[in-house]
């Protein structure tokens, strides 16, 4: 094992160990095809499955296996051709799925989950609603406090967000916040998940490796 590896196991048990701490059901993954393989055990055909607005689960061919999982009702506001009307409905139906998928923004060493929304669909189904959450985070986003995490976001998620809807934002084209007063701004809910809420299902499944932004 390598000087990194090393490394970046150390800080993945640390914030796993933190995560328990606050209430949330945490775990490790050397790599993301461990991971994949314990996500699809917690879905069943029948099961409405909501996806969050998330570059991480994406990009981890998860869709697909879900797909082949069988009867499984996918509520994906990112589906093509989809009316404005159509997107509203699905983010609301995500909030009362059997099982919500998404990523964090970052995850502080302290077992905190940190978020900023433009709309809060995301973060509101993260907090009370569905069933079940799952978070799914790369090593990239675990950062020491909640003031890196916030940090982080305005530096690389927001920007790269901004980006890749090709949004006509300061931010997008310099690559850090501008705290800009823009009716298109992204950045307008922060959430800080200091222990898990009361009543909501939230796993945590952290891989030592890096996803999404």
């Known amino acids: 094992m390598d000087l990194k590896t090393w490394h970046n196991e150390k800080i993945l048990l640390k914030t796993v160990k933190a995560l328990e701490d606050n209430f ?38 998860l869709i697909e296996k879900i797909k082949e ?8 506001h990112w589906k093509p051709d989809l009316t404005p009307q159509e997107i509203t409905e699905i983010r609301t139906k995500q ?18 989950i940190v978020n900023i929304d433009g709309i809060g669909n995301r973060v509101n189904a993260m907090t009370y609603g569905p069933k079940k959450v799952i978070i799914i985070a790369g090593i990239n986003k675990i950062v020491p406090d909640i ?19 090709n949004l006509p934002l300061p931010c997008a084209e310099t ?21 898990k809420p009361g009543q909501t299902d939230i796993h945590v499944y952290l891989t030592n490796e890096e996803l999404g932004y």
């Open 95 to 112: 909030m009362t799925s059997d099982l919500f998928l998404t990523s964090a923004n970052a995850i502080t060493e302290n077992g905190e």
């Open 69 to 76: 999982k069988g009867d499984i009702l996918l509520l994906d």
């Open 175 to 195: 690559g850090h916040c501008h705290d800009c007063k823009s009716e298109k701004r992204i950045c307008r809910i922060l959430s800080i998940l200091m222990k």
């Open 147 to 165: 003031n890196a995490a916030i940090d982080r976001i305005k530096r690389i998620a927001a920007p790269m967000n901004a980006k890749r809807l």
């Open 24 to 61: 949330f059901v945490a775990k490790m993954f050397q790599d993301r095809h461990g991971l994949i393989e314990h996500v699809l055990k917690h879905i069943e055909e029948g099961m409405k499955v909501g996806l969050g607005g998330s570059v991480t689960i994406r990009g981890l061919g």
